[in-house]
């Protein structure tokens, strides 16, 4: 199996910074691309960012020039660092990985952080 761990969620004023990072752990894997994801309340799961292993970054229009999504391809992780953080990027950002698990192209994801934003 492949585990995501994801940390760095929390309550911020608007107009701060947070950072969020994931993990993937396991074995017989390897990672094709990481994104992250959000869903508010009563929306439906949106994709937030996605970088492939080669470092191609792309963003929802929502984000673009506030959020940076980074990979360490080494630790198989991947990061959000999210700046100019305004109450509607409140949300549970959920970190996604396509990989391939024993021969077998699959999608795991990690359980979920809160992300707060106050106005």
């Known amino acids: 199996q492949v585990q995501l761990v994801e940390s760095g969620g929390g309550l911020v004023q608007s107009g701060g910074s947070l950072r969020l990072s994931c993990a993937a752990s396991g074995s017989d894997f390897s990672i094709v691309g990481m994104d992250w994801y959000r869903q508010a309340p009563g929306s439906q799961r949106e994709l937030v960012a996605a970088?492939?292993?080669?470092?191609?970054?792309n963003y929802a229009d929502s984000v673009k020039g506030r959020f940076t999504i980074s990979r360490d391809n080494a630790k198989n992780a991947v990061s959000l660092q999210m700046n100019s953080l305004k109450p509607e990027d409140t949300a549970v950002y959920y970190c996604?990985?396509?990989?391939?698990?024993?021969?077998?192209?699959?999608?795991?994801w990690g359980q979920g952080t809160q992300v707060t934003v106050s106005s």
């Open positions: 970088i492939t292993n080669g470092g191609y970054a």
């Open positions: 996604n990985a396509d990989v391939m698990y024993r021969g077998i192209l699959g999608a795991f």
